[in-house]
């Protein structure tokens, strides 16, 4: 019984996003980390986003866009978000990133205004990564880290791509990588 729900929700997730063409996808490149041209500090909302797929035993992409068909919320996990880092909700989810201390590069990150149940966020040079807190016990991530990269859409507008959840699966015997790529408009420093 636990397999057919299993199932059940695989086929959900699958036909309520929007699947995109091979031809379409573009190529997987190493995204500049431009988080230094925009000031990172303070909240940001989800705009839009797409989950990157690469069947590995094809070497085939597709991507879906997150918010397809009037689709309003999604996972960064393809087969199901296990943590609530992991939930996305289109203008709905935002992001604050807090000014790292300059001695080690460590502050809070802050989910939809959760302000009581922060996260980590480790920045050192170009790297940035969302952590656990080191202060809490609370185990929000499964006592693991997502790094991010920023990229800068368009610095006139407060607009950054990031770069997060970068995984590595199988299902239906069949191996896959996936990435997410999101879209976020900086509302308030």
Same mark, same amino acid.
């Given at each position: 019984?636990?397999?057919?729900?299993?199932?059940?929700?695989?086929l =959900?997730?699958?036909?309520?996003?929007?699947?995109?063409?091979?031809?379409?996808?573009?190529?997987?490149?190493?995204?500049?980390?431009?988080?230094?041209?925009?000031?990172?500090?303070?909240?940001?909302?989800?705009?839009?986003?797409?989950?990157?797929?690469?069947? =590995?035993?094809?070497?085939?992409?597709?991507?879906?866009?997150? /918010?397809?068909?009037?689709?309003?919320?999604?996972?960064?996990?393809?087969?199901?978000?296990?943590?609530?880092?992991?939930?996305?909700?289109?203008?709905?989810?935002?992001?604050?990133?807090?000014?790292?201390?300059?001695?080690?590069?460590?502050?809070?990150?802050?989910?939809?205004?959760?302000?009581?149940?922060p996260?980590?966020?480790?920045?050192?040079?170009?790297?940035?990564?969302?952590?656990?807190?080191?202060?809490?016990?609370?185990k929000?991530?499964?006592?693991?880290?997502?790094?991010?990269?920023?990229e800068?859409?368009?610095?006139?507008?407060?607009?950054?791509?990031?770069?997060?959840?970068?995984?590595?699966?199988?299902?239906?015997? *069949?191996?896959?990588k996936?990435?997410?790529?999101?879209? /976020?408009?900086? *509302?308030?420093?």
């Open positions: 019984m636990k397999k057919f729900y299993y199932l059940i929700l695989f =959900l997730i699958l036909s309520s996003c929007l699947k995109q063409e091979e031809s379409n996808v573009p190529v997987e490149q190493e995204p500049t980390s431009q988080h230094q041209e925009l000031l990172l500090e303070g909240t940001w909302l989800l705009t839009d986003g797409n989950i990157y797929l690469t069947n =590995l035993e094809t070497n085939q992409k597709t991507y879906y866009n997150h /918010f397809g068909y009037d689709k309003l919320t999604s996972s960064l996990r393809f087969l199901g978000s296990r943590f609530n880092f992991e939930d996305i909700e289109l203008e709905v989810t935002t992001w604050t990133f807090k000014n790292p201390n300059p001695k080690n590069g460590m502050n809070e990150f802050v989910l939809n205004n959760d302000n009581k149940n996260y980590g966020l480790n920045i050192t040079g170009r790297y940035v990564s969302i952590t656990e807190h080191p202060n809490l016990t609370d929000k991530l499964g006592g693991s880290a997502r790094p991010l990269t920023i800068v859409k368009d610095l006139n507008n407060n607009e950054i791509y990031v770069y997060v959840q970068e995984q590595y699966f199988s299902m239906n015997n *069949i191996n896959y996936s990435f997410n790529k999101l879209t /976020f408009r900086k *509302i308030s420093n």
